[in-house]
C-alpha cells in the first residue's frame, strides 16, 4: 500500500515564475492539505482540499491555488514567485478533514 | 507568532540519557500530535492526545496532555541514536477540523 507521494522531489524556479505540486494521497484517503515548512520551522497550512472543494485556507496569498482531482489527487500552484517561497512543501492526506494526518516527503522549492 | 511553542529548540545528548521536550501554548486545543520529522522526509504520526492530563506510552517514549488542554510533553527514556530527529507537536483548534497548527520543532540529537 503505497503512501502519500509526491512530485517532483526538487524544483529550482526563478522570481516570478509558477510552479505546480503534484500529490497522490494514501489508499482511501480522500482529503487532502497542504503545508509549507520554511528551513528551521513548523510547517504552516497553506489549504485544504475535500470532495474537490478548497474547504480550509490558511494565511497565504491568492498567489497560492490548489485543486484536487476526481480521483483524490491534488495540485499546489504559485504564480509569480519570490525568494521566500523557496520550502519543502508538504502534502498531508486524511480519511476526512480529520486531524491524524499522514505526511508525503514533500518537495524542496528552491526559487533563485 | 506560533501558536505552540515548542523547547528546548536544540537537543544534544549522548545514549542512554533520559529527555523531556515541551509543547506550550496559551490557547486551548482540542486535541494535540507530536510528529518526528527526518531529513529529506515528512513528518511521521507518533500519537494523538485528546483528553486533558491523558498520558500515552509508545515504547521508550512518554506523551503528556496538560489537564487545561493547552500544553503537552514527550518524555523519551534511554535515548537512543535511532531516536534522532526533529519533533514536531501540532494541535487542532476543533472549530477548523483538519488544520494542524505546528510548534518549530525540536531537534534531538543522540550521540552513540
Known amino acids: 500500500d503505497a503512501g502519500v507521494t509526491q512530485s517532483p522531489t526538487h524544483l529550482i524556479k526563478t522570481r516570478g515564475q509558477q510552479v505546480t505540486l503534484r500529490c497522490s494521497p494514501k489508499?482511501?484517503?480522500?482529503?487532502v492539505s497542504w503545508y509549507q515548512q520554511a528551513l528551521g520551522q513548523g510547517p504552516q497550512f497553506i489549504f485544504q482540499?475535500?470532495?474537490?472543494?478548497?474547504?480550509q485556507r490558511g494565511n497565504f496569498p491568492d498567489r497560492f491555488s490548489g485543486h484536487q482531482f476526481p480521483n483524490y489527487s491534488s495540485e499546489l500552484n504559485v504564480n509569480a514567485l519570490l525568494l521566500g517561497d523557496s520550502a519543502l512543501y508538504l502534502c498531508?492526506?486524511?480519511?476526512?478533514?480529520?486531524?491524524?494526518?499522514?505526511f508525503g516527503p514533500g518537495t524542496r522549492l528552491t526559487v533563485l | 507568532t506560533q501558536l505552540l511553542e515548542q523547547s528546548p529548540q536544540f537537543l544534544s545528548i549522548q545514549e542512554g540519557e533520559n529527555l523531556t521536550v515541551y509543547c506550550n501554548s496559551s490557547?486551548?486545543?482540542?486535541?494535540l500530535q507530536w510528529y518526528r520529522q527526518e531529513p529529506g522526509e515528512g513528518p511521521v504520526l507518533l500519537v494523538t492526545?485528546?483528553?486533558?492530563?491523558e498520558v500515552k506510552k509508545l515504547k521508550r517514549l512518554t506523551f503528556q496532555f496538560g489537564d487545561a488542554r493547552k500544553d503537552s510533553s514527550l518524555h523519551i527514556t534511554a535515548a537512543q541514536p535511532g531516536d534522532t530527529g526533529l519533533y514536531l507537536c501540532?494541535?487542532?483548534?476543533?472549530?477548523?477540523?483538519?488544520?494542524?497548527?505546528f510548534g518549530r520543532g525540536t531537534q534531538l540529537t543522540v550521540w552513540p
Open positions: 482540499y475535500y470532495e474537490e472543494e478548497e474547504r
Open positions: 490557547s486551548v486545543f482540542s486535541s
Open positions: 498531508a492526506s486524511s480519511p476526512g478533514p480529520v486531524n491524524e494526518q499522514f
Open positions: 489508499s482511501g484517503h480522500d482529503t
Open positions: 492526545v485528546v483528553t486533558g492530563g
Open positions: 501540532a494541535g487542532d483548534r476543533g472549530s477548523t477540523l483538519g488544520r494542524l497548527y
